[in-house]
């Protein structure tokens, strides 16, 4: 089961090492759903939670912040 997830990078990562991030998610059979204009984020697709941990694992010195990706509900 895929699931989408938002990543959002340290603000300071060189675009040699957002592109090895991109690469690492092509490579754990994922694919980038959205890259954002204002921060360095992404939304990426990826088969399972075990792929995004070792994502996470690999770029954890570059990677701020990731949340699923979710319908957000107001009351």
């Known amino acids: 089961m895929t699931k989408n ?8 990562t060189p675009d040699v090492e957002a592109k090895k991030f991109l690469d690492s998610v092509h490579h754990a059979g ?3 759903v959205h890259e954002f204009d204002i ?5 990426i697709k ?13 770029h ?6 990731v949340e699923e ?3 957000v509900h107001t009351n």
Do not use: A, Q, R
Not at 6 to 12: A, E, M
Not at 39 to 43: L, R, S
């Open 46 to 58: 990826v088969p399972d939670v075990l792929h995004l941990n070792k994502l996470k694992e690999k």
């Open 5 to 12: 997830f938002i990543v959002t990078l340290k603000k300071n």
């Open 60 to 65: 954890n010195d570059v990677i701020e912040n």
């Open 30 to 32: 994922g694919s980038i």
């Open 69 to 71: 990706d979710k319908e």
């Open 39 to 43: 921060i360095k984020g992404y939304t």
